[in-house]
């Protein structure tokens, strides 16, 4: 388990993380998000000890990163995946890691083959590697000392979309098992389908925090909307404002206050054929994202609202 208190970094007179807190539970998968800039970087550095909080503090299991003993077979890290040095071969990165931590070479093998880096690429200088390759080195050498605890950050740059969910498949199958996995990324998509939960971070502060549900549930004020389509829409339409729910027309269907299960439940009584039933917050959480960090964005761009026009 990760646990941050009260940690603030300033760099001068400028707080580039301000007075945060909170918990990474084990079993889970942690998703730390926030535009370019607003502190995320910062605050896993602090983390694993590279830079120093002004206050607050940070444990994992209940220790400072640097009283770990051995800490790669507890935590693993990636932090920039191209920081690696650029004249070593992606073979002799994890070499040198499973020396360090007193790993048989066997698990090399194991690793590589874990992220699909063939032989072959094995033996190619990290210079040479593509964005996306770094990042799977990157998590060969987080995962290389078996951690119970995993801090990624932007783990899926460079990740082509089978990588990604490649390694969505991985991380949930790791806190499955009970590992803890904290990532970040500044892309709402990459982490809401990993994260069980997930806190927002903006200007160094924390914005938000839950899971997708409870960040949408907040985002639409509470009520639930459904989006729905049918071989009949004005008969639907009918017997829901029967019911008692607000119906609205929403692009070639209905937008309706009501739960999804509430409308298919109606239509079903009336027979009527359904053609397109979901939850209408579809985009909302991506609309909070923007909103919450709204004044940390640099360009003011026009966003679409997602919203059907009627
Ligand atoms: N060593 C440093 N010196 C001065 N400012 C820094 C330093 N490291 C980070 N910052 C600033 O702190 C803020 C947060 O940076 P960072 O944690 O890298 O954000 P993120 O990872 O969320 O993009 C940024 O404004 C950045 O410019
Ligand atoms: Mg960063």
């Excluded at 941050?4 to 970094?9: C, I, M, S």
């Excluded at 809401?192 to 409870?214: H, P, S, W, Y």
């Excluded at 960040?215 to 009520?223: I, N, S, Y």
């Excluded at 609309?287 to 609202?305: G, I, K, M, S, Y």
Aim: charge should be negative; include cysteine.
């Amino acid at each position: 388990m990760i646990k941050v208190e009260g940690l603030t970094r300033a760099y001068g007179s400028f707080i580039a993380v301000d007075h945060i807190s909170f918990e990474c539970r084990q079993g889970r998968v942690t998703g730390f998000l926030g535009p370019n800039g607003a502190g995320k970087t910062t605050t896993m550095r602090v983390m694993v000890g590279l830079t120093p909080p002004t206050a607050g503090d940070v444990t994992i299991g209940g220790l400072h990163y640097a009283d770990i003993p051995n800490p790669g077979r507890h935590v693993g890290v990636l932090l920039d995946a191209s920081a690696q040095h650029e004249g070593r071969t992606g073979r002799e990165v994890l070499e040198i890691g499973a020396r360090t931590m007193g790993l048989p070479s066997s698990r090399i093998d194991e690793m590589l083959d874990l992220v699909s880096l063939d032989a072959r690429e094995a033996k190619r200088r990290v210079r040479n590697y593509s964005l996306g390759m770094r990042q799977r080195l990157g998590i060969a050498h987080a995962l290389l000392g078996d951690p119970s605890v995993l801090i990624l950050d932007e783990p899926a740059n460079g990740l082509d979309p089978a990588g990604i969910r490649w390694m969505r498949g991985l991380l949930k199958g790791y806190a499955d098992r009970g590992g803890t996995v904290f990532l970040s990324s500044h892309l709402l998509h990459e982490v809401e389908q990993i994260a069980d939960e997930m806190i927002l971070i903006g200007n160094g502060k924390i914005v938000a925090r839950g899971t997708r549900d409870e960040l949408l549930r907040g985002a639409t004020g509470g009520a639930t909307t459904t989006l729905v389509t049918s071989l009949d829409n004005d008969h639907l339409a009918g017997a829901l404002e029967e019911k008692g729910h607000e119906v609205h027309p929403a692009g070639g269907g209905l937008r309706v206050t009501a739960e999804p299960v509430e409308v298919g439940r109606v239509a079903a009584e009336k027979q009527i054929v359904l053609t397109d039933l979901r939850a209408g917050h579809e985009g909302g959480l991506e609309e909070l994202f923007l909103e919450l960090t709204a004044d940390t964005q640099r360009e003011h761009d026009v966003v679409p609202t997602g919203e059907p026009s009627a």
